[in-house]
């Protein structure tokens, strides 16, 4: 038996590295690499990244395993420390240190770790090109997929290719999508069998013809089949053979069986050292070799090196890899169960005694972890409630079995409903809300801290769901038990405000809120007041009392600039309100400086419940001051926010922010299907139904589209500007004028001070002035909506104003005045990104400046009879009266009519006698 090695040499593969290169010199983002175990995929991924590395491109290569599949972001670990080992820099630890977040007090969020990631990434395809090439994705833990995904999704830059490997049986659908995708910059390469005359290449010279046959026929050209049964005698080959299944999992069994049989060859030492290893995985370096086996360090050493002169494995620096996942796998598998559980725990004995990694000291510890263990509970515990932001999948799971392990005591009761808490708060962010119901029922039954910290965070879950009832009732009750301590009663009236807010129940906010400040008033919690204060700010508005909504909010404001980070951090979600507040009082500078903030604070605290309705803030603030392109990106992050943490309430107030500037920015058309979103899946609270209201038929008007949407059922004073205005146009698109005139006043009368509300309602008032072809009234009114639109900020809608401004000196035949209007519309269109509002004006500055030099040729194409009626009607006398005169029908009069009308393009009657007595 000849005992020769197969040589490394990729061979029988020429077509698919013809395509990896063309792949590389094309710029593409994707390149799958899928088929059997053991078919080659490993080797041609690394033939693509050798070819990456001699075109100069920056690659980052890492590779998952079996055994540490519950080990979050362990294959992107792998990735950026190896860049780390290889060009150490700032972008490569900033990556580690955003991706091991969860073992320190900072962690981030999920969503924000993904945007983190795709930031650096995106550095780095800028610089040269960037290559990350992830093997045996298919083992890879759910965060690391779901980073995938999200790359996948959004990729980071043009010079940024993924290459993946990956079973053919066990593609990620995401995966599979954008492979199967028609994508000229996506290139599938599913590897099959290598032929007979390419697997001859992959054997010793001198193995006989029949010996190579029998071999191939067994190994079916898989190549590491085709390695490991080279030392395999001519009997084995025989009966492998004769009973060789195709499938592929019959394949594997029967490839675990000739590596265990290698296995067996080893001296008890060497197997010990294996098992020992296979156990370790990515710290199986020989010092940890001789702990895990309780081998002294030299014969460990000498251990390690049969297991590499026996061709099992390599060791690369310091730590011993096998050569494939499946020769790891048949040392795993052949250690006994008790020796392997005993051996993870000295691994994470080791793992504690050198301050380890928390993620691998949890993957250990949970494989060994027995009942009334109390150390054991806190490691997963700890862990657990570290993953809540960056793998709540994986938190929830360690949770549960940190609460089977820890022993039953009255001293733990408080670590217990810690424990529990975040247990809730895990299953309630991955969408289960009757369970983590289900698991705050058990804590509300805890001693008052524990249980208002689950009550606080169960009114968080049920307001993403838009459940606001539900959070009352909760916080209601709880805030009525006696013997709380002050602080922890002041925080559930500001969630109890924060909760009547949305309901539109000012009485209720406003009583909350002051209770709040009170208690606040005797403690030293200047984050908790601020949140207070901004709070009745928004009450305030509701209400209609802008300038006590000025006082609370310039008081919350200089609290809340005066707080250190580690008092605003539990408050941090209550910056959305209090920007609301000042974007709604004209302070957009405080706005945008406390929305900084707060996003770090929730990124670094890992509150990514409160990302949402940050960015929310932001987004609106952003299409306030007319950058469109900016607003919808931070509003479509937003969403994809609320779609990670399941709030079907925050993914419904991000459409309703994101949907004027998509209609300024992209049209109709998708502004209409935004639109019928939001109207199928609306937000629950009242507050943000008011506003959706204003969003869908501001959106309805533009594109004519159908009745108006009828108004929700509880209204607010701070949303009754744009909702009279909106009436009142619609109104007037019905040809209704004296409604339109009427709303229009309303929403002047209830405009107050405020300038972006004036700018809104002098909008209105303007239309209706015009639809009564009232033009000299409509034009001052549309001059007073630009003034007040340009001293509010809202660079699209003074845009808009002008244009309503151009289209009515147009009709007066001011034809200076017109184009000058245009040119101002243009500029704030072009200088807020508004492109289909800009194409849409280059359609109506052909047609206004048409309509002065043409009117007199109209007036001389009008017919004699023509003549006669136009001069008859301008006296006043109706479409009968004239009819009698002219000795006509009446019918013939009304077509006449509808000519000059249209020969004019006037609309009214008095427009027409005001066109014949002009000079023009």
């Known amino acids: 038996m000849i005992k020769a090695r197969v040589r490394p040499e990729l061979v029988g593969r020429a077509g698919e590295r013809s395509r990896i290169e063309a792949a590389l010199a094309g710029g593409h983002s994707l390149v799958l690499i899928d088929g059997e175990p ?34 979050p972001f362990g294959m992107y670990v792998d990735a950026f420390t190896r860049l780390s080992d290889a060009a150490p820099g700032a972008l490569a630890e900033a990556a580690l240190r955003t991706l091991l977040a969860a073992d320190k007090a900072d962690q981030l969020d999920r969503y924000h770790t993904y945007r983190g990631i795709r930031a650096l990434l995106t550095h780095l395809a800028d610089d040269r090109g960037v290559v990350l090439a992830l093997d045996d994705l298919h083992w890879a833990d759910a965060p690391s997929l779901e980073l995938t995904e999200f790359l996948l999704r959004r990729p980071p830059a043009a010079g940024f290719m993924l290459a993946i490997a990956c079973r053919s049986s066990m593609i990620p659908p995401v995966v599979c999508d954008a492979a199967a995708r028609r994508d000229p910059y996506v290139t599938r390469l599913s590897l099959a069998p290598l032929d007979e005359d390419a697997a001859a290449l992959l054997m010793p010279s001198g193995v006989e013809p029949r010996r190579r046959r029998l071999m191939y026929r067994v190994s079916g050209g898989n190549p590491l089949f085709l390695r490991a049964l080279l030392d395999a005698d001519d009997t084995t080959l025989a009966e492998l053979a004769d009973g060789r299944p195709g499938a592929t999992l019959a394949l594997e069994q029967t490839l675990l069986a000739v590596l265990r049989r290698e296995l067996d060859r080893l001296t008890p030492t060497g197997r010990q050292a294996a098992h020992a290893a ?3 995985g990515e ?37 011993f890899t096998f050569r494939h996942p499946l020769v790891r796998a048949a040392a795993y598998d052949t250690c ?68 089977r392990v820890l022993p039953e005591r009255d001293d733990l009761v408080p670590y217990r409903g810690q424990l529990l808490t975040g247990l809730a708060r895990g299953t309630g962010v991955m969408g289960s809300l009757a369970e983590s119901r289900r698991i705050l029922h058990e804590v509300i039954h805890l001693p008052h801290e524990v249980a208002s910290a689950a009550v606080a965070f169960s009114s968080v879950i049920s307001r993403m769901l838009g459940r606001l009832d539900e959070a009352r009732a909760l916080l209601s009750a709880q805030t009525r038990k006696a013997g709380q301590d002050q602080r922890v009663r002041a925080q559930l009236l500001a969630e109890l405000t924060a909760v009547a807010v949305l309901r539109a129940d000012s009485q209720g906010a406003r009583r909350h809120a002051l209770e709040a400040l009170g208690i606040v008033s005797k403690t030293s919690d200047p984050a908790l007041a601020a949140a207070a204060y901004a709070l009745l700010a928004l009450v305030c508005l509701q209400d209609g009392d802008v300038s006590a909504a000025r006082a609370h909010s310039r008081r919350a404001g200089w609290l809340m600039d005066g707080a250190s980070d580690t008092a605003l951090v539990p408050h941090v979600e209550l910056v959305a309100p209090l920007s609301w507040g000042e974007i709604s009082l004209q302070r957009p500078a405080a706005a945008e400086r406390h929305l900084s903030r707060g996003i770090d604070l929730a990124t670094m605290s890992g509150r990514s419940y409160a990302m949402p309705y940050l960015l929310i803030g932001q987004a609106r603030l952003k299409a306030r001051t007319g950058h469109l392109a900016e607003a919808i990106e931070i509003a479509e992050h937003a969403a994809t926010a609320s779609e990670y943490i399941r709030s079907s309430e925050t993914l419904a107030m991000a459409r309703c922010v994101m949907l004027l500037p998509v209609l300024w920015r992209h049209g109709i058309g998708p502004a209409m299907a935004l639109a019928d979103q939001l109207t199928a899946a609306g937000p629950g609270s009242a507050w943000w139904q008011a506003m959706a209201y204003v969003a869908v038929a501001r959106v309805r008007l533009a594109g004519r589209a159908g009745p108006e949407y009828p108004p929700p059922p509880v ?77 509010s900020g809202a660079v699209v809608e003074r845009g808009l104003a002008h244009q309503l401004l151009a289209t009515v ?17 243009k500029v704030a269109f072009k200088e807020s990104g508004a492109d289909w509002l800009s194409g849409r004006l280059a359609r109506v500055e052909r047609q206004l400046a048409a309509r002065g030099p043409r009117h007199a ?25 004239v009819a009698e005169r002219l000795q006509v029908s009446q019918k013939t009069v009304e077509t006449h009519v509808a000519r000059i009308f249209s020969k004019f393009d006037v609309r ?3 427009a027409l006698a005001r066109r014949l007595a002009s000079p023009g």
């Open 336 to 403: 006994g169960p008790g020796w392997r559980v005993a051996a993870h725990a000295r691994v994470a004995d080791y793992l504690r005694r050198t301050d380890g990694s928390l993620a691998l000291l949890a993957h250990h510890t949970e494989r060994c972890a027995e009942h009334g263990d109390e150390r054991a509970a806190r490691t997963l515990g700890d862990a657990g409630i570290a993953y809540l932001n960056s793998a709540p999948a994986t938190a929830v799971r360690l949770l549960r079995e940190a609460l």
């Open 38 to 71: 053991g078919v080659g995929k490993t080797r041609l991924l690394e033939y693509l990244v050798e070819s990456a590395h001699a075109a100069g491109r920056t690659v980052l290569t890492g590779s998952a395993t079996e055994f540490e599949r519950l080990v």
């Open 908 to 910: 009214s009657r008095v």
């Open 278 to 280: 296979a156990v370790a």
């Open 283 to 319: 710290l199986a370096s020989p010092v940890v070799i001789s702990h895990i086996a309780e081998l002294d360090a030299a014969t460990a050493a000498s251990a390690v090196d049969e297991l590499c002169r026996q061709g099992l494995g390599t060791l690369a620096g310091a730590r």
């Open 809 to 825: 000196h147009g009709r007066m035949g001011d034809v200076a005045s017109c184009r000058a209007e245009i040119g101002r519309a």
């Open 715 to 791: 209204l607010s004073r701070d949303t009754e500007v744009e909702r009279l205005a909106v009436q009142s146009i619609r109104a007037g698109a019905d040809g209704d004028v004296g409604a339109a005139l009427a709303r229009s006043a309303a929403a002047l009368e209830a405009a107050g001070d405020l300038p972006y509300e004036l700018g809104i309602a002098y909008d209105a008032r303007a239309r209706a002035l015009s639809g009564r072809d009232d033009l000299a009234g409509a034009a001052a009114a549309a001059q007073r909506a630009t003034e007040r639109f340009g001293e």
């Open 857 to 881: 040729a109209r007036e001389t194409a009008l017919t004699t009879r023509e003549r006669q009626v136009a001069e008859l009607v301008s006296q006043g006398l109706t479409n009968r009266e």
